[in-house]
Each structure stands twice: as structure tokens, then as C-alpha cells.
């Protein structure tokens, strides 16, 4: 059946507005300092990150208006992202292990996997075994995020990976501290639930300096600051296109 005119400038407009989020190419190439390299990278990132503190997903779950059975498509989405992180990581990390950050990469794959174990138990307060988040069909905007990952994975540098999850995971943390809040006043789940959530959350102290460290050891190498500026705004990008494809798919 085809749609009506009107349905399809109703889509057209939402992917319009999105669209107007991504923000262009910086034009950082010849910036050497890690530490300075990352503050000129966070101010062109700002407008992304204000979306992404402003919305609606979260004000919305926060206010009880997600159904309860839509809780299943984070479930779900989560449970793909992260099998697929676990691998692109570990896949960086083979191509990386003879370079000082290994370190910082292994750890990372050891938070990807206590996290994969949190999610189950969100899944099973979903009402959803492993085998149903296993069998779940993903939402093509949600995966973006972890395509990426897989080509940082395959292609990238270490201190793109650095970057990108420098700039990224504060505002996942974010995110994941209000999806906890509101799993539990909203939808009264219980602690153990919301762990997935409450493991993003908590800030590691050490992690910026770890971070700037591998972009650091990166740029010394050679690696092109403007690669690493581009997988910052690309993964930013590609959260936002999370939360408004969740967004679109919930209400």
C-alpha cells in the first residue's frame, strides 16, 4: 500500500530536522596536542551535545510516557551494540597490542563485557530471555553507532577509537544515569535491573587522562588530527541518530 502525500512529508520533515543536527567537517588538521586537540573538538561538538541533554527520549521516559513494552526495543538494541562493540574492540586491540595503548584498549573491552552481563538482567526485567534479545530485529539508525565502531574497528586508528569515546561515552553516561532514574521512579524496576545502566553512568576519574594518553601516542605517530576529529563528530552524530531513531520507534 502506498503512503499519502501527507504521511510522506510528515517523515520527510522528522528526517529533515534530523539531519539538520549533523554538524559539518571541522577544519582542524595541524593541531599536535592532544589536550588541545580534544577542547577544539568539544566546542565544535557543543550543539550535538545540547540535543542530546534536551531529549525528548529521555524527558519522555522520565515522565512514564514510553510503554512499558517499548522498553524491550533498549533491550534489544543494546544487546546488538554491545556483542558488536565486544568484537570491534577486541579486533583494535589485535591490531594495536604491540603499541602503549593496549592497555587502555583491553580495558575497555573488559567494561564492554561487564556491561553485556548487566544487560541480561535489564532484558529478563523486560520480560525477554537472551534468546529473545538474540532474535531481535535492530533498527537500522540505531545500529549506526555500531557499524562505526566495527569500522574503527577494522580501519581506524587508536586514537580515533580514544576520541570518539572521549567525547561520547560522558554523554552516554549522561543519558544512562537519567535512563536509571527513570526505570526505577517511573516504571519501578528494581537496582539489579538498571546495573547496565548505573555501570555507563559512573565516571571513571582516570579515564580522560587515559584517553588523552592513546590520542597523545597517536598524534606522535603521525595519525592525522583531522581523522581523529572525524571519528568525535561521526560518533556524536551517530548517538543522536540513536535516541531520535528510539524516539521515533516509542512514541
Known sequence: MQQSSASRSGLRGRSE??????????TITDVTDARKLVSQIKRHLEPIEEKLKAHPYLDALEKGVIAREKLRLIAGEQYHIINSDLRSIALLFH????LS????????????????AALLSFAHACDMSESDVRTYEPLPG???YAAYVAWLGAYGSDAEFAAAFLVNLPAWGAACGRVSSALKSAYGLPADAVLFFDL?????P?????????????????????LVARA???IQAYELLYWDTLYETSV
Not at 17 to 26: E, K, S, Y
Not at 106 to 116: C, D, K, V
Not at 207 to 215: A, D, P, T, Y
Open 17 to 26: 530536522g534530523r539531519l539538520t543536527t549533523i554538524l559539518p567537517p571541522t
Open 95 to 98: 591490531r594495536h597490542a604491540h
Open 101 to 116: 595503548g593496549r592497555d587502555y584498549l583491553l580495558e575497555s573491552l573488559q567494561a564492554e563485557a561487564a556491561a553485556r
Open 142 to 144: 540505531c545500529q549506526a
Open 200 to 204: 555507563f553512568a559512573k565516571a571513571d
Open 206 to 226: 582516570s579515564f580522560e587522562e587515559n584517553s588523552l594518553r592513546v590520542i597523545q601516542d597517536g598524534l606522535e605517530r603521525g595519525i592525522d588530527p583531522s
Open 232 to 234: 568525535a563528530r561521526l
